[in-house]
């Protein structure tokens, strides 16, 4: 069975699942920290594209969201781990009761 490409690192993975568990506004944080973090990595890809297929997976539902998901998919491996656990920090610290 093939593996998507978050859930090859734990890390990455449990950061991916809890953010699919949060709410949008959360969600968005999120996404804008992963952006904000990675728009000075040169990466060969087109956002304008990404939309052009039946948006199926869970970040689709948002642009912001499913841009940082494509961002940190093409980040150095380093890169991805270290947002993946500060995802997981800010998450858990915005969900707790």
Same mark, same amino acid.
């Given at each position: 069975m093939k593996k998507?490409? =978050?859930d090859i690192d734990p890390v990455v993975s449990r950061a991916t699942e809890m953010?699919?568990?949060?709410d949008e506004e959360l969600q968005i944080v999120c996404a804008?920290?992963?952006i904000d973090k990675l728009k000075d990595y040169d990466f060969e890809m087109s956002l304008d594209?990404?939309?052009? =297929?039946?948006?199926r997976r869970w970040y689709d539902k948002?642009?912001?969201?499913s841009h940082a998901m494509e961002y940190l998919k093409l980040a150095p491996e380093?890169?991805?781990?270290e947002l993946a656990l500060d995802i997981i920090e800010h998450i858990e610290k915005?969900?707790?009761k």
């Amino acid at each position: 069975m093939k593996k998507r490409w =978050y859930d090859i690192d734990p890390v990455v993975s449990r950061a991916t699942e809890m953010l699919e568990k949060s709410d949008e506004e959360l969600q968005i944080v999120c996404a804008e920290y992963v952006i904000d973090k990675l728009k000075d990595y040169d990466f060969e890809m087109s956002l304008d594209d990404q939309f052009n =297929y039946i948006m199926r997976r869970w970040y689709d539902k948002n642009i912001k969201v499913s841009h940082a998901m494509e961002y940190l998919k093409l980040a150095p491996e380093e890169v991805r781990r270290e947002l993946a656990l500060d995802i997981i920090e800010h998450i858990e610290k915005n969900t707790e009761k």
